[in-house]
């Protein structure tokens, strides 16, 4: 009695598809979990059969299905994508940079034209200056830690804008300033414009 081909050890037809061969594995495989010996034959016919269809494909007698083929003609093109390019500044600078929304430069822009306007008036003296000057200081603070809720961050902010303002202001301040506006006038006012700047790009 001959030996069973490999076909015949997997139940299957010789013409059998590529997905009936495997099926056919896997049915038996499960079916005989507990036979070692008999697991052992049937994956040397499976292999079997896998050389005899390679060797089939190779002297023209099989032909393969497109779709093993060309599996990449049947996958769906991924999704255009196109990153975006990566910043040139350091990630402790793009933290700190906010894009405002409008009602984010509007509003500190409203408070601090008024406030700028206060401390011009003709009659504006330092206790006017001073107070406009508080009242800009507490209007930064607010503004800046609605963004983030980080009232350590506003606080920080808010010193340095102040300091900045004060410090560059009080340079310009004697070469710029003029008959219409004293120099303590023009401190505040550059004030108002760094803690603006401060209160409405930064968070």
């Known amino acids: 009695m001959s030996e069973p081909t490999p076909y015949q050890l997997l139940e299957v037809d010789e013409d059998a598809s590529f997905d009936e061969v495997q099926e056919a594995r896997a049915r038996l495989a499960e079916q005989y979990s507990g036979d070692k010996k008999r697991l052992e034959s049937i994956e040397v016919a499976y292999d079997a059969i896998l050389m005899d269809r390679l060797r089939q494909r190779q002297e023209g007698k099989i032909k393969v299905p497109e779709r093993i083929r060309f599996p990449e003609r049947l996958t769906a093109a991924p999704p255009s ?10 990630a402790w600078l793009q933290r700190l940079i906010d894009t405002p929304s409008r009602s984010d430069i509007l509003w ?20 006017l200056l001073q107070l406009t000057l508080a009242i800009g200081v507490g209007s930064c603070l607010y503004f800046l830690n609605r963004k983030e809720q980080k009232f350590g961050r506003a606080v920080l902010l808010t010193v340095g804008g102040l300091v900045i ?36 790009f930064l968070r």
């Not at 994508?81 to 350091?90: E, L, M």
């Not at 500190?108 to 206790?127: E, F």
């Open 165 to 200: 303002g004060l410090v560059l202001g009080g340079l310009l301040g004697p070469l710029l300033s003029t008959a219409f506006i004293t120099t303590e006038k023009f401190i505040a006012l550059f004030t108002f414009l760094i803690l603006w700047l401060v209160s409405g």
């Open 108 to 127: 500190p822009a409203g408070v601090y034209a008024g406030l700028g306007g206060l401390s011009i008036y003709p009659a504006a003296n330092d206790s």
């Open 81 to 90: 994508f196109t990153p975006s390019a990566p910043s040139g500044s350091p």
